[in-house]
């Protein structure tokens, strides 16, 4: 399985991104299913640089696998040693409600669970472990652009 550990750092965040991309791309994933795991990777990664680690800069880990059930995809572990954080207990934001009126954050793990196939989260000797599954469309190896 493809690990990745570098510093939770801004400047270590397109270092992520492209290990996830590469990743992704090489499972089949094109540039429209591409899109999706891209702005999950994104906001959880994000995530962790900007909130796991309050006092202290600590490592974060991403592992990407190909998955073959129940159809060929990608399953993207984050985790991280800092604060517990569990990004599925937060209610979703009613995005029928005016901007102006919305409480910030909690639009980005919205977007995730709305495009990811699947989604959790858990909490493992002081580990966040939080995981994301997408499906290659119709389960089909896509030509990479």
Known sequence: ?????????????????SFVEDIAKAIGFAKSALYRVNLAAEEAIINVINY???????????????VTTPQKGIKL?????????????????DIEQAIEDRPIGGLGIHLV????????YQRDNNTNIFTIVFYLPDGQVQAVE
């Open 1 to 17: 399985m493809p690990e990745i550990t570098l510093q939770a750092e801004r400047n270590n965040f397109s270092t992520l991104m």
């Open 52 to 66: 796991a680690y309050p006092q202290e800069v600590g490592p974060i880990t991403l592992l990407c696998e190909e």
């Open 77 to 93: 572990q984050i985790s991280d040693h800092g604060i517990a954080f569990d990004p599925l207990a937060k209610v979703d934001p």
């Open 113 to 120: 669970k709305k495009t990811a196939n699947e989604i959790s």
